[in-house]
């Protein structure tokens, strides 16, 4: 993902300081408001591909010629994700958990109390059978609401490095809050620059940074809603790891490192 800035801008600008209309819509920017459009793009969080885009289409005046770049442009990324691919299906002599196959990420975020000390947790599976867990993302001072953004964000960059090595993945998350407001919210509140109606956003950054990635790949993410504390072993797997983030005021998302022990990771605090 790349931040907006006035560097970036400048790349992508005519000798006239104007941008197209190609440029406005990888900004997502009405041409209605094209006089503003710097003012509207500060601070915008675009994939690395609409930023490459967005410069490799400066200073082209016809259409014509703008979308045989974009439709080059997308052949070039095509072809560099089957070159992943093929490279990762590569025989490998690893003799630990293979990378290949159907993967399941369950994702939760806890608090205690709300607001207090929170953390964010996650538990791979692959072909059903645990893989690895993720715990970190510690706030002294968080939410529930905070946690579980998190949870899912971190979820979602999984996800998107495994999409690339062409494994299937649902993502299971507790969470209705941060579900709706990736897959349904972000969507009135992007189309009015980001605002609602009754007052601000509430963890904006967070729900941005959700949003842009969970587009890229939605179409191979399944994003599925369970309920907590139901019996789902990888759920409860996620909230004990929550628990173990505020125990050891992890603040970077990295991977359980112990040797894994379901019965004993579940006699853990619970969230």
């Known amino acids: ?32 408001m094209k006089s503003q459009f710097k003012e509207l793009a ?13 410069v490799l289409l400066a200073n082209i005046s016809t259409k014509k010629a703008r979308e045989t770049i974009i439709k080059n442009y997308k052949a070039l990324q095509k072809f560099r ?3 992943n691919n093929s490279q990762e299906e590569q025989p490998q ?40 867990l993720w715990y970190g993302l510690y706030e002294p001072m968080g939410t ?16 998107q490095k495994e999409v690339q090595k062409g494994n299937k993945v649902e993502i299971k998350c507790d969470s209705m809050y941060s579900i709706n407001c990736i897959k349904t919210w972000a969507i009135s509140w992007e189309k009015k620059n980001w605002t609602k109606k009754g007052g601000e956003i509430k963890n904006l950054e967070i729900i941005k940074k959700a949003y842009y990635l969970y587009n890229e790949i939605k179409k191979d993410v399944k994003l599925t809603h369970i309920k907590a504390h ?24 990295i991977k359980y490192s112990k040797p894994i022990d379901v019965a004993e990771i579940l006699k853990m605090r619970e969230g």
Do not use: H, W
Request: net charge negative; charged share 25%; proline share 2%.
């Open 1 to 32: 993902m790349q931040i907006v800035t006035e560097a970036l801008l400048n790349l992508g600008l005519n000798k006239n300081g104007e941008i197209n209309e190609q440029q406005l819509v990888l900004l997502d920017i009405k041409e209605e």
């Open 81 to 83: 994700k089957e070159l």
């Open 230 to 253: 139901a019996g789902f072993e990888g759920n409860e797997l996620a909230d004990r790891m929550t628990m173990y983030t505020i125990l050891t005021t992890q603040k970077e998302f």
């Open 93 to 132: 002599e690893d003799t630990q958990t293979p990378l290949e196959g159907d993967v399941t990420i369950y994702c939760d975020g806890g608090c205690t109390p709300n607001p207090g000390k929170a953390g964010s947790g996650v538990a791979v599976y692959r072909n059903d059978k645990l893989s690895e």
């Open 42 to 54: 500060l601070g915008k969080e675009l994939s690395d591909a609409r930023a490459e885009l967005f």
């Open 144 to 159: 529930n609401n905070t946690a579980e953004l998190g949870a899912l964000y971190e979820s979602l960059l999984l996800a």
